[in-house]
């Protein structure tokens, strides 16, 4: 009974910090929301055979954003919504050392939805490829990345959300970077498309399991006749009992470009326990195989193991920090005619951050 009141509790904290609303009338209403992100971190890589080593402390902006969002009440069970976030360094954290450089629209939509029939939304958005993998309980260190695409600038979007617990989702991509003549750049993504589903159910008092998978397709320019694209798919699973949640995911990816070709499969599991409804410990390990072909002759192999352990403190409903650190090792194999040459490179992170919402 304890832990499930902690459940509710821990529940309770993740649903009570809210946006600041700024109009509210005749069925409109527009909130403003966001928050400052800092990390303070210790990054450390090292590889064998080269004897190279790296390592920095670092105090820099963890993903602050800041945004507005509308929704519109068009009739019964009809209506519209929007949202404008912007984020700092236009995503590329090498243009400055606190990352707080230029701000841009992180994202962009527009949508039209129903209760009883689903959403459609228009834009720079997420796709239902972000919502399959279950286990990513970090903040800051991931073990793994899902090989789905789960955003775009040129997004359009359909959700269903008509059957308690189920979440079906579709998507299409547009051509995202063009040249001064308006064609789509080489290499650049031409056209895309994907679809999900995500289903929650309550297995007993205080139990709850959810299972998803997911696949998408990027189509890619070439300047030849070769096709290049790219498949990708992922299943994911969690199971809760009381403040206890474990995971896993499984991701894979085929690119083929020509007679070059690059497969991924990888695996990731995790638990997360909430000891108070404030305090948390958690953690993940992953494991992948990336290898790569030219010609239909395997020309290099990466082996990835990736743990990570953390620890975060819910200090108002509206500040949040952690405390977590990673270990990453690769493997990395170059076959050169009848020689295969191998690099091991190893990275340690260790870092704690800091959230202020509003």
Known sequence: MKK????????????????LTVYENEGTKVDFDGSIRLRLDNEKSKTDNKTTKRAH???HNDGSRFGVKAKHTLGDDLFAFGRLEFRFNGGDRAKSTDQFGDLYAHRAYVGIGSKQYGEVSFGRQVTIGDDITQAGFDNAYGVF??????????????DYKGVEGLHVGVDYRFA???????EVKKGKLKSG???????????????????AA????????????????????AFGASYSVDALTLAADYAGSFVKEGKDKDRFNGFR?????????AVAVYGNYGYGVSKDKANNVTVSKDVFHKFMLGSSY???????TYVEGGVGKVTTTAYEGNKAIKTKTSENNIGVGLRVFW
Do not use: C, I, M
């Open 314 to 320: 819910q200090v108002h409903k509206n500040v949040f």
């Open 214 to 233: 997911g696949y998408t397709r990027d189509n890619f320019v070439t300047d030849t006749k070769n096709k290049h694209h790219k498949d990708a798919w």
């Open 57 to 59: 402390t670092n105090l």
């Open 145 to 158: 990345d899902s090989t789905l695409t789960g955003a775009g600038k040129s997004v359009v979007r359909y």
């Open 176 to 182: 995202e970077d063009r040249d001064e003549n308006g």
């Open 4 to 19: 499930t009141l902690v459940a509710l509790a821990v529940t309770a904290f993740a649903t009570s910090a809210s946006a």
């Open 269 to 277: 599991v995790g638990a997360k326990y909430q000891v108070t409804p």
């Open 193 to 211: 498309y994907g679809a999900g589903v995500v289903y929650e159910l309550k297995v007993a008092e205080g139990q709850s399991a959810t299972v």
